[in-house]
């Protein structure tokens, strides 16, 4: 595998809210990024700056303006399945058990049923939910739900998952924890990963890379490599050690400065 | 006092003393109907009441022995039974398909949606005459008014119920590669099983009122057209046995609503 074997591209990717009208909005504009296979790639961004568009955009769930995003060298709204996300909110669905929740995207893909349990179970068994797989996802803790939606993410086995804060909503323990435990289960399955976070700490400890964006419209301000690249290393452990505060300071001032312009006038 | 155990089979509810709450509670239920019986033949005792207005407790008790007797009671309960239930079953059934179909459909949904707000809005009775002139005096007309009436509420909040579900969910399924029948099948029809049990519920009573408006505007037999009959003779204590026994109807029809959504709830 070449260090630079890339799953995704985005090529000048604009996106406009009701483009043609007087209230047309620029939410994403001219957006240049690619994505290495097995590398997790953060997105950070000021509030509000077009994250979940440019989320949405990448996913093939809403249409381009301008520009491309391909994966596996198909355009994104033609490779539908190859995307495979997390969201906050962990979208279980109440009314099936953990195992049938985690094989939804192999029932989709037309995958037997048997064989669609197997996979699953092989999942909860080496990621920790063992004893759950028929419990509905109302009688687990929030930390176990977001570990379900990771493992239907990643049963169907799709050339990327995109990841959209699916952390913010959990306390700060098991935020820390799970952020733990998903870069660990990314990492072993071999998984390209974008993640959308505002949290900078996230990024540094999750990410290869960080893609730092200004204000709306979104585009891109600089990429950051984290200094431990491919190494694997915790990302509990990694926030002790000074090139994380030092990184953690330089993006914070990047972001810090963004919203100050836009209120003086400056973007 | 000593506490009574069961070891055999475990208690299914709490019970804080000699008496378990359920127990307790359906003593409390009979207590007030004897209260109201009571207060009912004591009106009548004083004269506040007068019996050729209101009917008598004792009179309703003998006119109910006199119909289970000739077996007019049990005929037109069981004419009224069919026509609720069928047109209950037929209502909510094709209703709710509809309704869920529609979500197939955005713009059929757009289409039609001036018409759901105006059926929504018009009293849903006020359709029985075109119906019996449509349909006949028969049984037939009476199940008709009924599943037409059930059909509206299931239709509604079907539609209603498919509009509400997560659109995350439905990008969720989109990601996933799922077609549009794939995400019904597997998101809508399911996520929308709630609001279905909802217009079960409320098409309990509207199927009752189907069918005895049916029977009052025109028919020979049935629970509605022995309201109706009796009342025009001044026979108020049968009056009162159609009522009664069109509540025991109600009470039927909910515990079996009851049983089906716990049933689904469970499934949820």
């Known amino acids: ?267 | 006092m000593a506490m009574a155990t069961h070891s055999s089979a475990p208690a299914r509810a709490p019970r804080r003393g000699p008496l378990g709450e359920t127990t307790k509670i359906r003593l409390y239920q009979i207590a007030v109907l004897l209260v109201i019986i009571a207060l009912w033949q004591v009106g009548l005792w004083i004269g506040w009441l007068k019996p050729y207005v209101y009917g008598t407790p004792l009179g309703v008790l003998q006119s109910f022995a006199t119909q289970i007797a000739d077996g007019s009671l049990l005929r037109h309960f069981w004419v009224t039974g069919q026509e609720v239930v069928i047109g209950f079953v037929l209502g909510c059934a094709l209703g709710s398909g509809a309704g869920l179909l529609l979500w197939l459909s955005p713009l059929w949904a757009k289409i039609l949606h001036p018409y759901m707000i105006a059926l929504n809005g018009v009293p849903k009775i006020a359709l029985a005459p075109l119906i019996i002139v449509w349909f006949g005096l028969g049984m037939e007309s009476k199940i008709a008014i009924a599943t037409i009436i059930t059909f509206i509420v299931a239709f509604l909040q079907a539609y209603k119920g498919s509009q509400e579900i997560d659109p995350d969910l439905i990008r969720l399924m989109k990601s996933l590669g799922a077609s549009p029948w794939q995400t019904f099948r597997t998101i809508v029809v399911p996520g929308s099983v709630p609001w279905i049990v909802s217009a079960l519920r409320l098409n309990v009573g509207f199927a009752l009122i189907g069918a005895v408006v049916g029977e009052y505007i025109s028919a020979e037999e049935g629970l509605g057209y022995m309201v109706y009959y009796s009342g025009q003779l001044y026979d108020l204590n049968s009056v009162w046995v159609g009522i009664f026994s069109l509540m025991i109807m109600a009470l039927l029809l909910e515990a079996i609503v009851a049983r089906l959504e716990r049933y689904l709830d469970m499934e949820h």
């Open chain 1, 1 to 267: 595998m070449s260090a630079h074997d890339t799953v995704l591209t985005a090529e000048a990717a604009r996106v406009v809210y009701n483009e043609g009208t007087d209230a047309a909005v620029e939410a994403v504009r001219d957006i240049t990024l690619e994505l290495r296979r097995g590398e997790i790639l953060a997105l950070v961004g000021p509030s509000g700056c077009g994250k979940t568009t440019l989320f949405n955009a990448i996913a093939g769930l809403i249409p381009l303006q301008g520009g491309a995003v391909s994966v596996g060298g198909d355009r994104v709204e033609d490779a539908k399945g190859h995307v495979g996300y997390m969201l906050q909110k962990d979208l279980l669905l109440p009314w099936r058990s953990v195992i049938d929740n985690v094989t939804l995207g192999l029932e989709i893909r037309g995958i037997a049923r048997t064989e669609a349990r197997r996979r699953a179970q092989t999942l909860i068994d080496r990621y920790g939910l063992s004893g759950f797989e028929n419990s509905k996802p109302a009688g687990l803790s929030g930390g176990m739900r977001q570990r379900a939606a990771l493992m239907r993410t990643l049963a169907f086995e799709p050339e990327v998952i995109l990841l959209d804060e699916p952390f913010s909503a959990l306390d700060f323990q098991t935020r820390i924890l799970l952020q733990s435990d998903v870069k660990r289960i990314i990492r072993e399955e071999g998984r390209s990963v974008i993640l959308i976070t505002h949290d900078i700490g996230e990024a540094i400890s999750m990410a290869n890379r960080i893609v730092v964006l200004t204000n709306r419209p979104a585009t891109v301000k600089s990429v950051y490599e984290t200094p431990w690249g491919s190494e694997e290393i915790d990302p509990v452990a990694v926030r002790e050690r000074p090139e994380y505060q030092e990184l953690f300071s330089t993006i914070w001032q990047e972001l810090e400065l963004a919203p100050r312009q836009c209120e003086i006038g400056l973007t």
